[in-house]
């Protein structure tokens, strides 16, 4: 066994025998496939994405013994035929090949020959089919699969079937071994070489991670060569793809984790091999640096705030990822991963197979987690500052991304009492429509839109943040000389160079603890429609009487077709704005004159509600767009505002006067 010592084996067992749990937990991750096994004679499997439902951006209901009817959990609605049907199949594969893994442990664990022989029927069973499955898939950003229908999944399985057969390989005969890794294992690494993208991607972490992991157990040193030295390796990527704060060139938490995921699986099974990468003074540290980097973000319960793909509203706490830090903790014992790994920890949530497998005994007392304000200026990142009653703001300016960023350049997202009041509304799963039509696009973010159409990467002129009392955030992106921060990764054009081209913006906020304020300019040289937006979680209690009622803002086609019951009135001087948000209330004072003010509603993640939206709308080809923001519980602390000679007056109810410019 490769990935475990005779002492590990010996520690692991003792440990589930002191806390049955483990095995309880262990045997309902496997109740299904220790029922039925699903091997089907021919490639079945399409993208697990088009398990969703169309209309309310959820994960239909997945029952493993009915392969032909796939309930919505909000309505009942049922779907058959495809794309569901593929989907379906590739969750059931999925849960075949991840529970072998599981059945190994067990078998480890108890000596029950009943797990041993479902692993057996599982690795034998596929090894069997794979060879004859043709090379099929059809999902975007990706390559086509063996297994699966994408070549990311087929790694995504391989590896916890090379974690199987590493723990159970003695118990198979010389004639099965040879089967299984030619016909499984070396089937499926070719496969993955062949369709590898030359990019920095997440993708190409777990490709790198599997082969690699199949070269280390089969003794072959050109698949291990080929993960970790070649161009686009795991050295290439760690060296390539991390920004200099830790945060991965993505640019969004889940695929920071999601990354950090393979470099994980590959780094268990190399740790007691020359090939580890924690053992190598720089990528260790390298990979130390991306774990210990999300502590950055989170707020006093641990939650994340939501931005890009992966993001969901009212952001995702980091006990989620606990997983990630059971090893890294054991291994680096440092004061930060102390902190993730126990962060929000209560009784019953070690009960994992990476505590059992990798993590430490007990944790000694972990010190408190203080938030503090964290602004990349250096590296043209993600920043986020703190204040009373879990206010929270995030500021976006940072170079694209590709795939998985979106095009909200200086967006932000608000978070106060709890709740994602202006937050970034993240996506839901890729195969759902709106993905592509509503959640990802520059519309639906709390940034300026030009035309209705994506910003372009652009160049990130600037980053800046001022911390203090008053911290302030500043950002630059510009469209000029062809000149953009698109990074060395397959990206599908979604967006429209014409809107943007010769464009500037600029983006500050001045944070108050229990207001902000934005000032947002644009510069062009085209009289196309420029729309502030910020959408709120809450409705609009005071819309002007003088409102007047909208089919629509948008070309069919557009996101923001996707809006509803819209009105405008025309701006005029400071205009206030009040929104009920449930718990809490906010209030926006905007400088509206010479821009049309709309109101509209439109769809939340997931799709069962809807948001408000509040858009400010101009063609000029020069504008500043001028809020105060405010988050409240009863009383609003700021009176009136005022603006007069490129400044801004608030007026607090204690008395309190502060003058901003507005001039950036």
């Known amino acids: 066994m490769i990935s475990f010592t005779e002492q590990d084996v010996e520690k692991i067992r003792k440990r589930a025998k002191a806390e049955p749990k483990y095995v309880e937990k262990l045997l309902e991750a496997t109740k299904d496939v220790r029922r039925k096994i699903y091997i089907p004679e021919k490639a079945l499997s399409t993208w697990s994405q088009y398990y969703m439902c169309p209309k309310h951006s959820v994960l239909l209901k997945f029952d493993y013994d009915d392969s032909e009817h796939y309930v919505c959990p909000v309505d009942g609605e049922v779907f058959t035929g495809e794309p569901y049907t593929g989907a379906w199949w590739c969750m059931a594969a999925s849960t075949a090949l991840g529970g072998a893994h599981q059945l190994a442990v067990l078998y480890m664990i108890t000596g029950d020959e009943s797990y041993l022989k479902l692993v057996h029927e599982i690795l034998l069973g596929y090894a069997k089919v794979v060879p004859s499955y043709e090379v099929h898939g059809n999902v975007p950003y990706n390559k086509p699969g063996k297994i699966m229908a994408q070549v990311l999944s087929d790694a995504g399985v391989l590896i916890p079937i090379i974690r199987a057969y590493d723990i159970t390989k003695d118990t198979f005969t010389?004639?099965?071994?040879?089967?299984?890794?030619?016909?499984?294992?070396?089937?499926?690494?070719?496969?993955?070489?062949?369709?590898?993208?030359?990019?920095?991607?997440?993708?190409?972490?777990?490709?790198?991670?599997?082969?690699?992991?199949?070269?280390?157990?089969?003794?072959?040193?050109?698949?291990?060569?080929?993960?970790?030295?070649?161009?686009?390796?795991?050295?290439?990527?760690?060296?390539?793809?991390?920004?200099?704060?830790?945060?991965?060139?993505?640019?969004?938490?889940?695929?920071?984790?999601?990354?950090?995921?393979?470099?994980?699986?590959?780094?268990?099974?190399?740790?007691?091999?020359?090939?580890?990468?924690?053992?190598?003074?720089?990528?260790?540290?390298?990979?130390?640096?991306?774990?210990?980097?999300?502590?950055?973000?989170?707020?006093?319960?641990?939650?994340?705030?939501?931005?890009?793909?992966?993001?969901?509203?009212?952001?995702?706490h980091l006990g989620l990822k606990r997983d990630h830090y059971e090893y890294a903790y054991s291994y680096f014992k440092s004061e930060k991963l102390l902190k993730a790994v126990t962060m929000g920890l209560k009784d019953g949530d070690r009960i994992t197979t990476e505590a059992l497998l990798y993590g430490e005994e007990t944790f000694p007392p972990a010190p408190k987690h203080e938030v503090k304000n964290y602004g990349g200026n250096m590296y043209g990142s993600i920043g986020i500052v703190h204040g009373s009653d879990k206010r929270s703001l995030m500021f976006k300016a940072s170079p694209y991304g590709g795939e998985h960023d979106h095009y909200d350049r200086l967006g932000i997202g608000f978070y106060a009492f709890g709740k994602g009041v202006c937050s970034d509304l993240g996506t839901c799963r890729y195969g759902a429509p709106l993905h592509y039509e509503y959640y990802k696009n520059t519309a639906?973010?709390?940034?300026?839109?030009?035309?209705?159409?994506?910003?372009?990467?652009?160049?990130?002129?600037?980053?800046?943040?001022?911390?203090?009392?008053?911290?302030?955030?500043?950002?630059?992106?510009?469209?000029?000389?062809?000149?953009?921060?698109?990074?060395?990764?397959?990206?599908?054009?979604?967006?429209?160079?014409?809107?943007?081209?010769?464009?500037?913006?600029?983006?500050?906020?001045?944070?108050?603890?229990?207001?902000?304020?934005?000032?947002?300019?644009?510069?062009?040289?085209?009289?196309?429609?420029?729309?502030?937006?910020?959408?709120?979680?809450?409705?609009?209690?005071?819309?002007?009487?003088?409102?007047?009622?909208?089919?629509?803002?948008?070309?069919?086609?557009?996101?923001?077709?996707?809006?509803?019951?819209?009105?405008?009135?025309?701006?005029?001087?400071?205009?206030?704005?009040?929104?009920?948000?449930?718990?809490?209330?906010?209030?926006?004072?905007?400088?509206?004159?010479?821009?049309?003010?709309?109101?509209?509603?439109?769809?939340?993640?997931?799709?069962?509600?809807?948001?408000?939206?509040?858009?400010?709308?101009?063609?000029?080809?020069?504008?500043?767009?001028?809020?105060?923001?405010?988050?409240?519980?009863?009383?609003?602390?700021?009176?009136?505002?005022?603006?007069?000679?490129?400044?801004?007056?608030?007026?607090?109810?204690?008395?309190?006067?502060?003058?901003?410019?507005?001039?950036?």
């Not at 906010?586 to 509040?614: C, M, Q, R, T, W």
């Open 174 to 316: 010389k004639e099965e071994q040879e089967l299984i890794e030619k016909d499984l294992l070396l089937e499926v690494a070719n496969h993955i070489m062949t369709h590898f993208t030359e990019q920095i991607h997440n993708h190409e972490v777990w490709l790198c991670a599997a082969v690699g992991m199949v070269g280390i157990l089969l003794d072959n040193k050109e698949l291990v060569d080929f993960a970790l030295e070649r161009k686009y390796g795991l050295k290439y990527q760690l060296d390539n793809s991390v920004r200099e704060d830790g945060m991965w060139f993505e640019g969004t938490i889940y695929y920071h984790f999601y990354a950090l995921h393979a470099f994980l699986d590959f780094e268990k099974f190399a740790r007691y091999t020359k090939y580890s990468l924690f053992a190598d003074k720089k990528y260790g540290a390298k990979i130390k640096q991306m774990l210990e980097l999300p502590l950055n973000f989170v707020d006093v319960d641990g939650i994340f705030p939501s931005i890009n793909d992966g993001g969901k509203p009212q952001g995702t």
């Open 444 to 664: 639906t973010h709390n940034t300026v839109c030009i035309n209705g159409d994506n910003m372009p990467a652009g160049k990130i002129i600037y980053s800046k943040f001022e911390d203090g009392d008053m911290p302030v955030f500043d950002g630059a992106v510009a469209w000029k000389d062809g000149i953009s921060d698109m990074p060395d990764s397959f990206t599908i054009k979604q967006w429209c160079d014409e809107s943007y081209e010769g464009v500037t913006m600029k983006r500050r906020v001045h944070w108050f603890d229990k207001y902000f304020v934005d000032i947002f300019t644009v510069e062009s040289d085209n009289d196309l429609h420029k729309d502030w937006t910020l959408h709120i979680n809450g409705e609009l209690v005071n819309k002007p009487e003088n409102a007047t009622k909208l089919d629509k803002i948008a070309d069919d086609g557009k996101p923001q077709s996707y809006l509803n019951n819209i009105s405008t009135v025309e701006g005029e001087g400071v205009m206030r704005f009040d929104y009920d948000c449930g718990e809490c209330k906010l209030s926006i004072h905007s400088f509206a004159s010479g821009k049309d003010v709309i109101f509209a509603k439109g769809p939340n993640n997931p799709s069962i509600d809807e948001i408000s939206y509040i858009i400010q709308r101009t063609n000029a080809k020069n504008v500043t767009y001028i809020n105060v923001v405010e988050a409240y519980k009863d009383d609003a602390v700021v009176e009136s505002v005022q603006y007069a000679d490129n400044k801004l007056i608030i007026c607090e109810k204690d008395g309190t006067k502060r003058e901003v410019s507005t001039q950036i």
